[in-house]
């Protein structure tokens, strides 16, 4: 998994690349998150349009860096997921959860 960083205005977007598994870039997303909310970033996009593959520990580790970022006072929202990924969270019910958007100017808008 590699992530890269940008931001607009506000909001810093996370770029996420590979897969999201046990064995594949597990703790990535939430060792890129963690400084960020400590250094006062409250709004936080993950943009998953490079996500190879998910399964249920990479649902896990978002839905961990979710709570924190929520526990922390701040904004976790999700573009551009696949359609399996958006299959995925429809069935586990976690698109009541987090906010999903299929356009990046409306997520960066939404904020």
Same mark, same amino acid.
């Given at each position: 998994?590699?992530?890269?960083?940008?931001?607009?205005?506000?909001?810093?977007?996370? +770029?996420?690349? @590979?897969?999201?598994?046990?064995?594949?870039? *597990?703790? /990535?997303?939430?060792?890129?998150?963690?400084? =960020?909310?400590?250094q006062g970033h409250s709004q936080l996009l993950l943009n998953m349009a490079n996500v190879t593959?998910? +399964?249920?520990? @990479?649902?896990?580790?978002?839905?961990?860096? *979710?709570? /924190?970022?929520?526990?922390?006072?701040?904004? =976790?929202?999700?573009?551009?997921?696949?359609?399996?990924?958006?299959?995925?969270?429809?069935?586990?019910?976690?698109?009541?959860?987090?906010?999903?958007?299929?356009?990046?100017?409306?997520?960066?808008?939404?904020?």
């Open positions: 998994m590699r992530i890269k960083q940008r931001t607009s205005g506000p909001v810093v977007i996370l +770029d996420l690349d @590979g897969r999201m598994t046990r064995n594949d870039g *597990f703790g /990535t997303v939430k060792a890129a998150v963690a400084p =960020l909310l400590k593959y998910m +399964d249920s520990t @990479g649902i896990g580790e978002l839905v961990s860096v *979710f709570i /924190t970022t929520r526990n922390n006072h701040g904004k =976790l929202k999700l573009v551009n997921l696949t359609d399996r990924m958006r299959e995925l969270f429809e069935v586990a019910k976690l698109v009541h959860v987090f906010e999903v958007f299929d356009d990046e100017a409306d997520a960066l808008q939404s904020f």
